[in-house]
């Protein structure tokens, strides 16, 4: 079972950027695909950004592309989410999560770390 912790959420300004982390602890880290998620107030969580366990596919919401990135560095068990360009409509609780290998399920799930974009 894997424990992830997210982490870099904040205020920024619209066109602002920031950077968030995963850690993730207890597992394999590279037996997981892993995956960011948001839910705005009174809204849906919707998945923003995931990559593979090999870090070779990645998928992105489209209304993140080309604007965020996501990345994962084995040696840290640490995901990414490289936000560029951020808008008040991406203001939400970000959630890191972990699917195991052989799942269809996200199983894990992070506290989540709050982004505010100011317009």
């Known amino acids: 079972q894997v424990h992830v912790v997210e982490s870099g959420g904040g205020l920024v300004q619209a066109g602002g950027s920031l950077r968030l982390s995963c850690a993730a602890s207890g597992g394999t880290f590279s037996t997981y695909d892993m995956g960011w998620f948001r839910q705005a107030p009174g809204k849906e969580r919707k998945v923003v950004a995931t990559?593979?366990?090999?870090?070779?596919?990645?998928y992105y919401a489209d209304s993140v592309k080309g604007r965020f990135s996501i990345s994962r560095d084995g040696g840290k068990s640490t995901v990414y989410l490289q936000m560029i360009s951020l808008k008040p409509e991406d203001t939400a609780v970000y959630y890191c999560?972990?699917?195991?290998?052989?799942?269809?399920?996200?199983?894990?799930w992070g506290q989540g770390t709050q982004v505010t974009v100011s317009s």
């Open positions: 990559i593979s366990r090999s870090g070779v596919d990645t």
């Open positions: 999560a972990a699917k195991p290998l052989g799942s269809s399920l996200w199983y894990f």
